[in-house]
């Protein structure tokens, strides 16, 4: 697993090798969506690769103006992997965009925000190296139908999971019964689990694509999985998650299903999210841990939980960066929603997974989801750990009991912060409280990403009726 080119030349005998006619060119937006361009393989030469290739940045929302339009992308040979879904051989290469206007990475891709943070990381002299290892949660639908008008909005999506699916009668002329219900799908085995080839697929397909696979598996949720992969340093942990939501959405996509990473698809039904495993080294020697201590971890590895947790307000405009991804965040639904830590307890938003010795401590950020872009959400994430590490922050808790029993009285009785409740809380949180992004995003990036989540996700989202709205109020 791992790595399949280490330079340039490698990198014109792997194509050789495999035969490759095309090389796809890919970078992310601020949303976290991947874009591309494919150039033929004739048309790739040492010069390009290290010089770059032109491209229109104001095409690219909330990127460039008109007329400072020319950017570069810059591929990075060491990330080329072969897609495993073109019908010729084509090289895909992750991409940074660097800005010809003031001759530097661009301040708005987030890239190369994620590698400014590490450089940050190194120039602090807190530690040489960030781990992160994301847990992506998913669920596959059969079909999904979206209506947004005027004078209509609803949605649809399907899954034979579905308890809705008990009365269907199917097309092979039988109705199997076997479904995990609400809040049962936690490791059943088939036929209640009805995805188990289909995950297989798509874990060997990721580890063809260079993911150390651990596992896969139902989660709680009818039609819900996760697939389990090795943790990695911050940009190859982010460039790992936008491999893995490819290929899953692909291997969905052609086996007639369609997959999803939005956290909370499903009303009544627990939500997806992507939990981030982190820890912070030095010469070879994790820094979080201390044996001994509360769940084995060192003064900075709780001063670091305590400037996420200090800061989690604001860091979720990034880490949870959609309307939806606050209809997760609820009570009931093992919602990490209380800005507390704890040892092995799901409850808290900071859990302290369970390990053995220094290679295994760490700690486990929970409210996070897969609707970030995770360049961003990594970046958002380790620098307010480090605001916290140098102002030697101190985090509510530790606390072991089961947040989920505790009242909304009783929260604010205990003075526990807690995340926000609305993408809006979150936006004016960044606004509020950013500071700690400076040594990294400048304040030109921090302004575009909170006007343009306001503009395309809130008021959009504030200002449209639902079908609850018309239900509660259109009798009054």
């Known amino acids: 697993m791992g790595k399949f080119v280490n330079n340039i030349e490698e990198f014109f005998k792997y194509c050789e090798e495999n035969e490759v006619e095309f090389v796809d060119l890919r970078f992310t937006d601020l949303k976290g969506a991947w874009h591309h361009l494919t150039y033929r393989m004739c048309a790739i030469n040492e010069g390009n690769l290290t010089n770059g290739m032109p491209f229109d940045g104001s095409s690219i929302d909330a990127w460039q103006p008109i007329n400072k339009s020319d950017m570069i992308l810059k591929p990075d040979v060491e990330t080329a992997f072969l897609d495993p879904f073109t019908a010729d051989p084509t090289v895909i290469l992750f991409c940074d965009v660097y800005d010809i206007y003031k ?20 120039e602090s002299g807190i530690g040489d190296v960030a781990y992160f290892g994301p847990e992506n949660e998913f669920f596959i639908f059969d079909d999904v139908k979206i209506r947004d008008e005027i004078n209509c909005s609803y949605y649809e999506v399907d899954s034979e999971e579905g308890g809705w699916s008990d009365g269907r009668s199917f097309p092979d002329g039988y109705n199997t019964g076997h479904r995990p219900r609400t809040k049962g799908g936690y490791f059943p085995c088939q036929p209640t689990d009805s995805m188990v080839d289909l995950r297989a697929e798509m874990m060997q397909i990721l580890e063809q694509v260079g993911l150390e696979v651990v596992l896969g598996h139902h989660e709680v949720a009818q039609a819900q999985g996760e697939i389990g992969v090795k943790f ?9 998650v936008q491999k893995y939501k490819y290929v899953v959405k692909m291997v969905a996509h052609l086996n007639g299903k369609t997959a999803t990473f939005m956290p909370k698809p499903l009303y009544g039904d627990n939500g997806s999210g992507m939990h981030v495993h982190q820890s912070i080294w030095k010469e070879g020697k994790n820094l979080f841990y201390k044996e001994g201590e509360y769940g084995n971890l060192s003064d ?66 929970r409210f996070p989801d897969s609707t970030a ?74 302004d575009t990403y909170q006007h343009y989540k306001v503009e395309t996700q809130v008021w959009p989202y504030e200002a449209r009726p639902t079908a609850f709205e018309f239900k509660t109020t259109y009798s009054c």
Do not use: W
Request: charged share 20%; net charge neutral.
């Open 232 to 240: 990695g340093t911050l940009v190859e942990a982010a460039d790992n």
């Open 103 to 122: 001759g530097q990475m661009y301040e708005k891709c987030p890239r190369s925000i994620a590698k400014k943070a590490l450089q940050h990381l190194n």
């Open 373 to 446: 872009c995770p360049y961003l959400a990594f970046a958002a994430m380790l620098l307010a750990g480090l605001d916290g590490i140098k102002n030697k922050t101190e985090p509510v808790g530790p606390m072991d009991e089961d947040l989920f029993e505790l009242s909304l009285d009783e929260i604010r009785e205990k003075g526990i912060p807690q995340m926000p409740h609305t993408l809006r809380g979150s936006i004016e949180a960044l606004i509020r409280d950013n500071d700690y992004l400076k040594p990294v995003m400048t304040k030109d990036f921090i």
């Open 300 to 365: 900075t590895a709780r001063h670091y939980i305590g400037g996420i947790l200090t800061h989690a307000r604001s860091v979720a405009a990034f880490t949870n960066p959609s309307t939806n991804s606050y209809k997760r965040l609820i009570p009931g639904f093992e919602a990490p929603s209380i800005l507390t830590y704890s040892s092995q307890n799901r409850s808290a938003s900071c859990r302290i997974p369970y390990g053995a010795g220094e290679m295994a401590t760490r700690v486990e950020m």
